[in-house]
Structure formats: structure tokens, C-alpha cells
């Protein structure tokens, strides 16, 4: 797995005189429980890789937090030549927050992701994963384990989250690609 955080970022940051302790970055559930998902929406998916990929974001009521549903079937096991990217924004200052990237077969070793997954999905942490059906019901997103900077601006965000496989070391194939708005309210 590799997380970056945009340099932009860092230097804001230290403008603004705040101290980052940079071994603690992580694990910071307090900021997760501050992030609202908004929307979601299924950009692309390639009909070599995945098929009857779908997403629905909704409220149970009016005042509860925002669910995501997705499901997708994919005709192909995804092993470690292919390759998850998540890549973070913010609207107002028009930055990159954080890049995190994964292959499938690093997922059994991040428990923040595997415990996300065992929490909302029927997707094996296997590797590799086998083609089927599989399911993600009822997940706040982003997941309230991630790992997220000490310090986020508030704002709005767009997640991208595309996935990749990997043909050789210059060229790959697009599987998805997916967009989240998020909105953060202090950090």
C-alpha cells in the first residue's frame, strides 16, 4: 500500500504554523467520524473487466448519516496485476489531500481495509480475488478506520477511486472508475 499527502499540502500546514507529528498521521478516527459522503457515481467501467457495476448513495431518514451500496461482477481474478487508487481533493483549495494505492493481494495485510470489507461486503480477503459477484451494502464512506492526515481542511472533496490493470511496468488497462463527494466539517 502507498499513501501520499500532496507537498501542497504540507506546506499550508506549516504556513499556518502547525506542528505535524508525522510518525502519528495515521489511524485518526476522530477526523473520519466529521467526513459526510454526499454522493456517489459509477463513471466507467470496462466491460472487459466488470460487468453490472452500480452504486447507490442514500439516507434511511432525514437525519441519519449517508449509506452506499455498490455491487459488481468481475470476470477475471484480480491478483497483483491490478491495482485500486483512491485519490482524495479539496474543492476550496483545489488540492490534492492524499493518494492511497493498492493491489488486491496487500489488502489481507491492512486490517483497516480488510475489517471495512468483512464489516460490509461479501468480498473474500483472498488473493487473489475470484471472479463473481460481489457486494458492498449499508458502508459510510469513507471508512471510519481509515487512515486520514491529523490535520484536514474543511471543505468539500472529490474521491476518485479507479481501478487498474496492471498489462506491464508502462501500460495498463482502466477497470472502473468512481466518484465520491464528501464534504469535512473541522478539524
Known sequence: MMITYSHTFFTIAIFLSITLDVESIYENETLSEKVNQRNSKVMYSNPKYIKDFSTLTYRVSRRSRYLTTFNMTILTAWDNNYMIEVEVYNH???????????????????????????????????????????????????PKNIPLPRVVPSGLYTCHLNGYHLLNTTHRDVLFKMLLELSFNGS
Open 92 to 142: 476550496d483549495l483545489k488540492l490534492e489531500l492524499m493518494r492511497i494505492s493498492t493491489k488486491p493481494c496487500d489488502v489481507t495485510s491492512m486490517r483497516w481495509l480488510s475489517d471495512w470489507l468483512k464489516q460490509h461486503s461479501d468480498v473474500p480477503i483472498v488473493c487473489p480475488i475470484p471472479a463473481g459477484s460481489y457486494h458492498v451494502v449499508r458502508a459510510e464512506l469513507p
